[in-house]
């Protein structure tokens, strides 16, 4: 199950439940629920909210903790550096601008 997936079904599964029992009996203010529901998970999981709601009910659930996203190599950078002409220095970066007296 993924991130995205398992944040979506937290927040989601729950606000249904109550809306339907809430609001059940009043089908306009309820398809009015329903309308605004989905505008605040499609507003969520834009922002990536609901992945971090996701990584967290992940992480209560047994045998499916969520491992630490992998680094790239420390070998890569002198790689990088090795590929460049000998006798050649690397482009410098944009000047600091200097602060206003």
Do not use: H
């Amino acid at each position: 199950m993924t991130e995205t997936l398992a944040g979506l079904l937290a927040v989601a599964v729950p606000a249904l439940i109550i809306g339907v029992v809430v609001l059940g009996r009043t089908r306009p203010v309820l398809f009015m629920y329903l309308a605004a529901l989905a505008v605040g998970l499609g507003y969520l999981t834009v922002t990536g909210s609901v992945d971090d709601i996701g990584k967290q009910a992940l992480s209560y659930m047994p045998n499916n903790a969520v491992q630490p996203e992998a680094k790239a190599p420390a070998a890569a950078a002198p790689q990088a550096a090795a590929s460049a002409p000998a006798g050649t220095e690397p482009a410098a970066g944009p000047a600091a601008p200097t602060p206003a007296p």
